[in-house]
């Protein structure tokens, strides 16, 4: 058999197709009993379908929309939670909090969530020896699937969005990350009126004033431009509190409570 193609990446998850198929019935049997779980096999092909026997560098939109087609989830208004170099805590926040949705809280999120995957065009199997990285090509079997979610996210959100930022970081807003370059440009101002920013510092860091920043004025502007109505808080307070579940001590969670 023909050598796979060595790419720069960690190869794809060990046990990949068994964890995304028991991912798929725990969302839909345990997790958002509703949603169906009869769909999953077909499921699993669709995502096996996508990028197996491709090379991970050609990989188009068109080859997740089958999948893409077999879950209609929608977020209900006012739920939809984006986040950006904030991961942890946004998720964390989303678990706790119960009914808010960040993208891998809905299906194909939870599906693919610290994942790594890849094919190879003289195999059938996944490459699970190396994976290109994010930067190592355009059309990347994993940037081209998050990218393909972020958006259909984003176009389906209404209502009031939130977005977790990290004021920890002299940029708080990228407009090259994936919120500033997909998402931010996939809401419907005709559907969402009011994008929130919360610019969480980490409970050690320094505080600063991120909202009145250069970075968090860019985001507004952009926001504004779309006619979106922005607001932004630092620190916001619930999400503050499960910072505080590791810091209790801190002087930040004592006061108000
Ligand atoms: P971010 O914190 O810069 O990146 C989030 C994750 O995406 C990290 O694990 C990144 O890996 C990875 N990532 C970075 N660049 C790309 C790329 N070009 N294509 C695919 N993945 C990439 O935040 P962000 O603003 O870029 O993305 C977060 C927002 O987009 C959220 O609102 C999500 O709805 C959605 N999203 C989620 C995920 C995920 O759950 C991935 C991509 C997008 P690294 O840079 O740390 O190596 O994994």
């Known amino acids: ?102 993208l891998e809280d809905t299906l194909l999120g939870y599906l693919a969530d610290d994942l790594t995957w890849c094919g190879d065009p003289s195999s059938v199997e996944p490459n699970y020896q190396s994976c290109p990285r994010w930067n190592e090509c355009l059309n990347h079997t994993g940037s081209v699937f998050w990218k393909v979610i972020s958006q259909k996210f984003a176009e389906s959100a209404c209502g009031v969005v939130q977005v977790m930022l990290n004021g920890s970081l002299s940029k708080p807003f990228h407009k090259s990350s994936t919120f500033g370059s997909v998402e931010l440009f996939s809401l419907d101002p005709r559907k969402v009126h009011t994008l929130q920013a919360w610019v969480m510092h980490d409970i050690r860091g320094n505080y600063s004033d991120s909202c009145s920043g250069p970075s968090i004025r860019e985001l507004e502007s952009i926001v504004n431009k779309r006619n979106i109505t922005f607001t932004c808080q630092n620190n916001y307070r619930p999400a503050r509190l499960v910072q505080c579940v590791k810091n209790i001590e801190h002087s930040s969670c004592a006061s108000k409570i």
Request: aromatic content about 12%; glycine content about 6%.
């Open 1 to 102: 058999t023909p050598e796979a193609l060595a790419w720069n990446g960690t190869g794809s998850t060990r046990n990949l197709f068994a964890i995304v198929l028991g991912r798929c019935y725990t969302y839909t049997q345990l997790l958002r009993p509703g949603l169906g779980s009869e769909a999953c096999p077909k499921i699993l092909d669709a995502f096996k379908s996508a990028f197996i026997s491709k090379n991970p560098c050609d990989i188009m939109k068109e080859d997740y929309q089958p999948l893409v087609d077999l879950v209609n989830q929608t977020v209900p208004c006012n739920k939809s939670l984006f986040w950006s170099k904030s991961k942890e805590l946004a998720h964390q926040y989303s678990w706790v909090q119960g009914g808010m949705f960040t």
